[in-house]
Every structure is written in structure tokens, then in C-alpha cells.
């Protein structure tokens, strides 16, 4: 993995200064995956597109706010003070909780791709309660919901949301629905996803597994 530029942006409700990290380059070598979207990936880290401001309650979309500065990743990292105030000293922002997602769909005006981005991460919150667990905890009222809202407004043509729909259905326990949504046209990439998928399906499993658990 190769560090790209550090950005200091700036939040837009408090005008508070919170650090963006990116990469020049990565690889997904002892990455692991699960068929609701989630990566562990070593060498190429997940940054969120929304985030927490860490000096005051807001949410943004990261790319959506101002850049100020920006470090290349061969220049000193130490982030210096802006001013003396705590809330213009460049601090990481928070990372996304379900509290911060929530947070973002309460936007009347947001997208049907922000929104999709948002609760497909959401998603993957819930999953992790069960995530590579023999006995699964029974979904909550906000999970179903969740995924409900999920399936009305992913794409029936883009493969990626299709296998998501899939793999909502199958979570679901509903495989039969699984089953009629896993059909059409995929892109070849998701060869591994589909496989893992139909194999799941068959054995009417609704775990929240692992892809590719022996690939370390």
C-alpha cells in the first residue's frame, strides 16, 4: 500500500479542521470478503465517503467539504496548529457509526445513490453481530427495515446491486426470492460473490459467511 495525499478539510456546520487520509495505491492480497459488500482488506483500507466531525455533532459527506490544505504523503506528517482554537486544530474525523448513518439519512433532499450507500453500510453494521458466527442472532426491527427500504430502491441492472438484493433475500431467509432475484446478466468480477451465493442458497443457509475464508 502507498499513502496518498493527507487533506485537512473543513467541517460545515462548525467550520472545525478534521484530517482525510487517501491512497495512492493498494491491493486487496489477504483481503477477506462477504457477500453483503463488506472488504477486511490489509493493504487497502475502506475511508468512508460520510464521516463525523470530531469537534462537534455533524455529519458530511467527506468529498463535499472544503479542502484547506493538503500534505503530499513524502512531506512531514506532523499537522500543524491552524490556530489556537481546539476546534481549528486538524484532528482525524470520526469514523462512521450507525448513529453517524442514521444521521445521514434524515437528509430530506439526499439521493437514491447516497442513500443506497448509506444503508448498504448500515447493513453491514447489523451484519457484524453475526458476521463468520455458527449460531446467528435473530435480525432487530431497524435491520428489517433497512432492508426493506434496501430493496426498493436497488437497481435491478447494475450487478452489484443485484447481488445485493440477493444476498438481502438469502439474510432474509427468503430464499426462494433469492433465488428469482439471481437471474440475468452479472459482470464476471463478482464470479466469486455468485458462486458463494448459490452455494449458500442451495444449503438454504442464511450465515453471515466468509467468501473466501481459507485465501490468507
Request: glycine letters at 6%; proline letters at 7%.
Amino acid at each position: 500500500m502507498l499513502p496518498g495525499n493527507t487533506y485537512i478539510r473543513e467541517c460545515p456546520q462548525c467550520s472545525g479542521k478534521f484530517t482525510q487520509p487517501t491512497m495512492a495505491s493498494g491491493n486487496t492480497f489477504g483481503a477477506k470478503f462477504w457477500p453483503d459488500g463488506k472488504m477486511d482488506a490489509p493493504m487497502m483500507p475502506d475511508y468512508p465517503a460520510y464521516a463525523g466531525c470530531p469537534h462537534c455533532k455533524g455529519t458530511f459527506w467527506v468529498d463535499d467539504t472544503k479542502v484547506v490544505n493538503s500534505l503530499g504523503y513524502d512531506e512531514e506528517r506532523e499537522i500543524p496548529d491552524l490556530t489556537l482554537d481546539s476546534n481549528q486544530t486538524p484532528i482525524p474525523y470520526k469514523n462512521p457509526t450507525k448513529k453517524i448513518y442514521l444521521q445521514g439519512l434524515n437528509d430530506l433532499n439526499i439521493t437514491k445513490e447516497n442513500e443506497i450507500y448509506l444503508r448498504s453500510k448500515l447493513m453491514q453494521i447489523y451484519n457484524d453481530v453475526n458476521r463468520d458466527q455458527k449460531v446467528q442472532h435473530s435480525p432487530i426491527d431497524p435491520q428489517i427495515e433497512n432492508w426493506n427500504r434496501l430493496l426498493e430502491i436497488l437497481d435491478s441492472k447494475e450487478t452489484q446491486e443485484k447481488l445485493l438484493k440477493v444476498e438481502i433475500y438469502r439474510e432474509m431467509g427468503n430464499f426462494e426470492e433469492a433465488k428469482k432475484a439471481f437471474t440475468g446478466e452479472f459482470d464476471e468480477e463478482y464470479m466469486d460473490t455468485m458462486d458463494m451465493l448459490d452455494k449458500l442458497i442451495e444449503a438454504r443457509d442464511s450465515r453471515v459467511m466468509c467468501i473466501n475464508p481459507h485465501d490468507d
